[in-house]
């Protein structure tokens, strides 16, 4: 079975805090996704990457930065945490494109930014 | 632009009875539409894959449609249970070189006792 993990369930910051969610896939995919997902807007991509160190903007960057220095990892970095980042993200993993790019998510993290 | 609109946007119905979740797409060209089921506070998990050629696929219960003509799917759960209750997503991916295939915003099914 695909199995993706995420290193938290549950995550409290305060506003300002630099924060990293990390995501670990362990089925050796080329791809590796970062969303969040908030009430009524559904899931909205915020940077993915198709190889190690290489990352492309989604929809929604401003705010975020990513680091993929190996392949089974792929880190969100949160620098300056503010309380519109309080959201659900979720990590998804895959490979190929189009009709090959199949995604696997992670349970997800819940982030509260107080 | 590619878009995935999915109806209702929720859903109440009672144990045991059935239910039909729509999913419209202007996705093009089409290469294969999957429906996810989301627990709440959890990620989405897979329930069925369809492409081009297929027009039906079960997953136990869960029974997805397919009309590559009319650019819908839809998603028929039989004899629902409690735990039948989340969050139901329409993913369509697109035959170009896209790593990235479009997401619906979901329905969220209630299935009360």
């Known amino acids: 079975d695909v199995k993706v993990t995420q290193s938290s369930r549950y995550l409290v910051k305060r506003t300002g805090e630099k924060v990293f969610l990390e995501c670990v896939q362990d089925?050796?995919?080329?791809?590796m996704f970062w969303y969040r997902q908030d009430p009524g807007l559904g899931l909205r991509l915020i940077y993915f990457?198709?190889?190690?160190?290489?990352?492309e903007k989604g929809d929604i960057p401003e705010g975020y930065s990513v680091s993929r220095e190996k392949k089974e990892r792929f880190s969100l970095i949160l620098e300056s945490a503010s309380t519109n980042q309080t959201s659900m993200y979720l990590c998804a993993s895959g490979y190929g494109t189009g009709s090959q790019n199949i995604q696997y998510f992670g349970a997800g993290t819940r982030l509260s930014v107080l | 632009k590619n878009q995935v609109e999915q109806s209702p946007q929720s859903l109440i119905i009672l144990e045991g009875k059935n239910c039909t979740l729509q999913c419209n797409y202007t996705v093009s060209p089409f290469s294969n539409l999957r429906w996810y089921k989301q627990d709440t506070g959890r990620g989405p998990v897979s329930l069925t894959i369809?492409?081009?050629?297929?027009n039906t696929k079960s997953n136990g219960r869960y029974t997805a449609t397919l009309d590559a003509d009319t650019k819908q799917s839809s998603l028929h759960i039989t004899a629902s249970q409690l735990s039948d209750s989340a969050s139901y997503i329409c993913?369509?991916?697109?035959?170009?070189?896209?790593?990235?295939?479009?997401f619906g915003r979901g329905t969220s099914l209630i299935v009360h006792p």
């Open positions: 369809m492409t081009f050629s297929e």
């Open positions: 990457s198709y190889d190690v160190k290489m990352k």
């Open positions: 089925m050796d995919h080329e791809n």
């Open positions: 993913v369509v991916s697109d035959r170009g070189g896209s790593y990235i295939p479009t």
